[in-house]
């Protein structure tokens, strides 16, 4: 069944650091790929996301490439900031019976310090 | 409302009570998700309703778990004789039905069981 795979955290970086944070999916086809993030005390929120191989999702100075050669939606911020600390969830959609449940990799905590 | 909403926010209740949680979507949106998120399992979809059917209830983990929808609107997740792996937060999302709908969550309801 489809999955998805992303990078255990924690992950701390100093501010203005370079942020990657991996993610594979195996999937039927190419379903739309998203990343969420989760705020301390906060709900989920959807990041950004692309609908459709070789798309670019943006939101925030994250960006994330959807690459079906390497089966990768990596989230990536050239300059991370202490308001960016959170947990990151990346996502694929399973359109499966009409619905849209979305697959959830196990989070990366990523911390960021002054 | 302004998003989801959920309640209560927090639940503690002992091994073999039942307890109901409740999600209201953000008003119009036709499609409704349930997801629990533990420790064990992170992120894992639960059920969906389009109105107020569920064309999907394969995510359930037992009998004992069980959802509706009345008037396309406010949905109840009913746990029946709960068992401290239910221990989760449980999130609710709700999106405008299409296949590429975003999914806004509501704030989680954290069930404890004792």
């Known amino acids: 069944g489809d999955s998805v795979t992303q990078m255990e955290g924690p992950v701390t970086l100093s501010e203005e650091a370079f942020l990657t944070i991996n993610c594979t999916y195996t999937?039927?086809?190419?379903?739309?790929l998203f990343w969420y993030v989760q705020y301390p005390g906060e709900g989920l929120q959807l990041l950004l996301k692309?609908?459709?191989?070789?798309d670019k999702g943006s939101n925030k100075g994250f960006e994330a490439t959807y690459r079906k050669e390497t089966t990768s939606f990596h989230l990536e911020k050239g300059s991370v900031q202490v308001s960016d600390s959170a947990v990151y969830f990346c996502?694929?959609?399973?359109?499966?019976?009409?619905?849209?449940?979305?697959?959830f990799g196990t989070g990366t905590r990523l911390t960021v310090i002054p | 409302g302004a998003g989801v909403s959920q309640s209560p926010s927090n639940k503690v209740t002992e091994k073999g009570k039942d307890v109901e949680l409740r999600c209201d979507p953000i008003?119009?949106?036709?499609?409704l998700y349930w997801y629990r998120q533990s420790l064990g399992q992170g992120l894992e979809f639960l059920i969906y309703?389009?109105?107020?059917?569920?064309?999907?209830k394969s995510g359930l983990p037992s009998d004992r778990f069980s959802a509706e929808r009345t008037g396309g609107s406010v949905s109840t997740l009913t746990i029946q004789r709960t068992q401290q792996e239910d221990s989760a937060v449980y999130l609710c999302?709700?999106?405008?039905?299409?296949?590429?709908?975003?999914?806004?969550f509501g704030p989680g309801t954290r069930l404890l069981v004792l």
């Open positions: 999302a709700s999106s405008l039905g299409g296949l590429q709908e975003t999914q806004y």
């Open positions: 999937a039927t086809g190419y379903p739309p």
């Open positions: 692309a609908t459709k191989a070789d």
């Open positions: 996502a694929l959609s399973d359109h499966q019976g009409g619905a849209n449940n979305l697959f």
């Open positions: 008003s119009g949106h036709t499609a």
């Open positions: 309703f389009q109105g107020n059917s569920a064309p999907d």
